[in-house]
Every structure is written in C-alpha cells, then in structure tokens.
C-alpha cells in the first residue's frame, strides 16, 4: 500500500510563496516519477508538474512554468512544489500523485494520490 501525505497549504496573498510537501511511504520511493496536480471549484484537475525517478527532469503545465518548481529529496522520501508569484487563479486543491517509473515522463498514468491540501490565494 503506497501512502501520499501532501501539507503546506493555506491562505497567502498574491505575489506570495508556499512550499507544498508530500510524504510517501510504502513503496521503494527511488523507483516512482512523482507529479502534482490541482483541481479548482467546478473545473477538471489540472497537471501542475512531474519530476522522474532520478530527479533529473521535470515538466510543468503552461499555467505554472516560470513560476512554480517541483524538485524531490529520495533520502527523505519527499516530493516538493515551490510555488512563487502566486496569483489568485492558482486557488485549488493541490494533489500529490505517484507512479512506477517509466520513460517518457508524461503527465499521465499516476495510480497513487494523496488526499490533498487545499491552497487559497486572495488578491
């Protein structure tokens, strides 16, 4: 059983950062590409970013790239998204996702996720 725990989220202002943080356990972390997605009110979740196994390649959405970092610690078996320049449109529920590795790093076929944090940024 592979657990995801994401924390970090809250309210911030525009033009603020947050660091979002997801836990995982269960399953050997070195192995999995790790993704973020994020979900508003009334809208499909949305891909956020991915980092490889390795940690050597990331990919972004269009929405956040410039702007958001995702980077991961596999000693800690942490995966984290630092959030910079946070605009009101990046208010959704923010999911932590897992999957065995695989090549190329693709915005799909995660099979694991976390419960979620909610993030809120008021303008």
């Known amino acids: 059983q592979v657990q995801l725990v994401e924390s970090g989220g809250g309210l911030v202002q525009a033009g603020d950062s947050m660091r979002l943080s997801c836990s995982v356990s269960g399953r050997t972390f070195s192995m999995t590409d790790m993704g973020w997605f994020r979900q508003a009110p009334g809208k499909e979740r949305e891909f956020v970013a991915a980092?490889?196994?390795?940690?050597?390649?990331?990919r972004y959405g269009d929405s956040v790239k410039g702007r958001f970092t995702i980077s991961r610690d596999n000693a800690k078996n942490t995966v984290f998204l630092q959030m910079d320049s946070l605009k009101p449109e990046d208010t959704a529920v923010y999911y932590c996702?897992?999957?065995?590795?695989?090549?190329?790093?693709?915005?799909?076929?995660?099979?694991?996720w976390g419960q979620g944090t909610q993030v809120i940024v008021s303008s």
């Open positions: 980092v490889d196994w390795r940690g050597a390649e990331t």
């Open positions: 996702a897992a999957r065995p590795r695989s090549w190329p790093l693709t915005t799909d076929k995660y099979i694991y």
